[in-house]
Nanobody, 120 residues
Framework: VQLQASGGGLVQSGGSLRLSCSTS???????VAWFRQAPGKEREFVAASTSGGSGTFYADSVKGRFTISRTSTKNTVYLQMNSLTPEDTAVYYC???????????????WGQGTLVTVSS
């Protein structure tokens, strides 16, 4: 499985961005997630879409503002981010796992990051 994240950029507070994670391989059998790492902070879980797209999970900090979706036929996973704040500024990564368990752990496949900067 290979993943490539894109769609980052500079946006004003209150604005929106959509990140894309292009994948190769049989991604429909994997849980795909987005993580982010802000400057000086540890990487944190943002959202996940379970294999087959049957379930979605979100960190409390983004619930109600971010939406994860996937199109298996196009092997792409999106993260729609609305009502962005400067606290959302980070490098965003997409990742995949098929080991089950804790939805925020076990990710063995990672794409490169895409930088999201939210100005105040």
């Amino acid at each position: 499985v290979q993943l490539q994240a894109s769609g980052g950029g500079l946006v004003q507070s209150g604005g929106s961005l959509r990140l894309s994670c292009s994948t190769s391989g049989r991604i429909m059998y994997y849980t795909v997630a987005w993580f982010r790492q802000a400057p000086g902070k540890e990487r944190e879980f943002v959202a996940a879409s379970t294999s087959g797209g049957s379930g979605t999970f979100y960190a409390d900090s983004v619930k109600g503002r971010f939406t994860i979706s996937r199109t298996s036929t196009k092997n792409t996973v999106y993260l729609q981010m609305n009502s962005l704040t400067p606290e959302d500024t980070a490098v965003y990564y997409c990742a995949a796992q098929n080991v089950g368990g804790d939805i925020s752990r076990g990710y063995g496949y990672w794409g490169q990051g895409t930088l999201v900067t939210v100005s105040s």
